[in-house]
């Protein structure tokens, strides 16, 4: 091995010349500070301050150089690179700097301006009201039941005791379902041969309920049903009833009055009543129709000229639906003794309470689905 050259001249060295140096270095400066962007800098860092760069080969040369020529060219080199590293630090500043600004005026969110009012939905006040009244028979023990609307004849007229010739069984009242195979039983008086109807009372409720529960029964049956109605002001094809059955040893008309009260005092607040009036419905001897005290002006209208009221028409009295002791001839399809059990029933339109309990003037509004009509109810649960 040959001893090094001590004649040897750094300056000598192509690539260590002080005029070598320094071109490097300028062009690293030139090209920091041509550089645009972060990405470009970044370029050209690796071009220049990289293991590849000039300023690192000439790095290289030094360790060949003899032992005194190596201080003088390392000084150089050296002095050459921290000048690089510094310019490409500051460089590296002042776009980041930029980049930062530019972020600030590209992504400036606006915290002022008004937001996109995408309004929830809210369930319908039908729906409400109704979950309203089942909270307050679930609060006393009852269950919530419930039942097909594609209902079978005997259940929505036999079992409750409403013979063929019964005027709801007539095609006025009663949408009769054809099914596919034209039906397999006998064509019947007033009915189809199909057998099955759009129920037209939630009453079917109460015979499922005998048939498929333990006694005592105590349950509330909310649901559609459905008339041969034309769509105006106070009629619907299709609304909706809560119907109630109690069936237990001992129950009277006692206890259906002070069932009722107790509803409407729930609904309508403290110091409402409710009062029957003789009726007939084939499903309850005796029957009722049922009356609530008018909550507007608390009867307080009935003969006084001097204060008129339009929600009862000063009658003192809303009627709310029909009720009565269920009839033995319903318990006995239902299987059940008449002589051991009695019960109470009652039932009434949901529409009709949401009307005078919101003061609802047309059911139209009810079914057209126009926000404007629901959103005064809130979310309301
Ligand atoms: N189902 C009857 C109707 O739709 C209402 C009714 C009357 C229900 C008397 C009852 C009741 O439970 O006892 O007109």
Redesign the pocket.
């Known amino acids: 091995m040959s001893a090094p050259n001590k004649s040897y001249d750094p300056v000598e060295v192509e690539t260590l010349k002080p005029e070598e140096i320094e071109r490097m270095r300028d062009e690293a400066l030139a090209a920091f500070a041509a550089a645009g962007s972060l990405d470009a800098l970044h370029e050209a860092k690796v071009a220049h301050t990289g293991p590849a760069s000039p300023l690192a080969l000439a790095n290289r040369e030094i360790g060949a150089l003899p032992p005194h020529a190596k201080a003088e060219a390392g000084k150089r080199v050296g002095m050459a690179r921290g000048g690089v590293n510094k310019a490409l630090a500051a460089r590296q500043a002042e776009l980041e700097a930029e980049r930062d600004a530019r972020v600030l005026v590209e992504e400036d969110v606006d915290v002022t301006l008004p937001y996109d009012r995408v309004r929830s939905g809210a369930r319908h006040p039908l729906t409400t009201l109704s979950e309203r009244i089942e909270d307050i028979f679930v609060a006393m023990g009852y269950e919530v039941a419930e039942g097909p609307q594609v209902e079978a004849e005997w259940f929505n007229f036999d079992a409750l005791n409403i013979g063929p010739d019964h005027p709801a069984r007539g095609e006025a009242d009663t949408f009769f379902v054809q099914t596919a195979s034209g039906g397999g039983s006998a064509v019947r008086e007033g009915g189809t041969e199909s057998g099955v109807v759009l129920r ?4 079917p409720v ?1 015979i499922r309920s005998l048939l498929e529960r333990e006694l005592p029964v105590y349950v509330i049956c909310p649901g559609r ?1 459905y008339r041969t109605d034309e769509l105006d002001a106070t009629h619907t094809p299709v609304f909706h ?1 809560v ?3 109690a069936v237990d040893e001992g129950l009277t008309m006692a206890d259906l009055k002070g069932t009722l009260d107790h509803m409407v005092q729930s609904l309508f607040g403290e110091g409402m009543k409710t009062r029957l009036r003789p009726n007939f ?1 084939p ?2 001897e005796p ?1 009722a129709e049922m009356d609530m005290l008018c909550y507007v002006c608390k009867g307080e209208s009935v003969g006084n000229p001097d204060r008129p009221c339009r929600t009862c028409s000063s009658e003192g009295w809303i009627e709310l ?4 002791m269920v009839n033995p001839r319903v318990l006995t399809a239902c299987g059940v003794d008449p002589e051991k059990y009695s019960g109470f ?4 339109g949901i529409e009709r309470m949401l009307m005078f309990r919101h003061n609802v003037e047309d059911m139209r509004d009810m079914v057209e689905g126009d926000v404007r009509f629901t959103r005064p109810f809130g979310m309301e649960i």
Do not use: I
């Open positions: 037209t009372h939630t009453s109460q049903v009833q119907e109630l059955l419905f499903f309850t029957s639906g029909g009720c009565g029933a009652f039932g009434f």
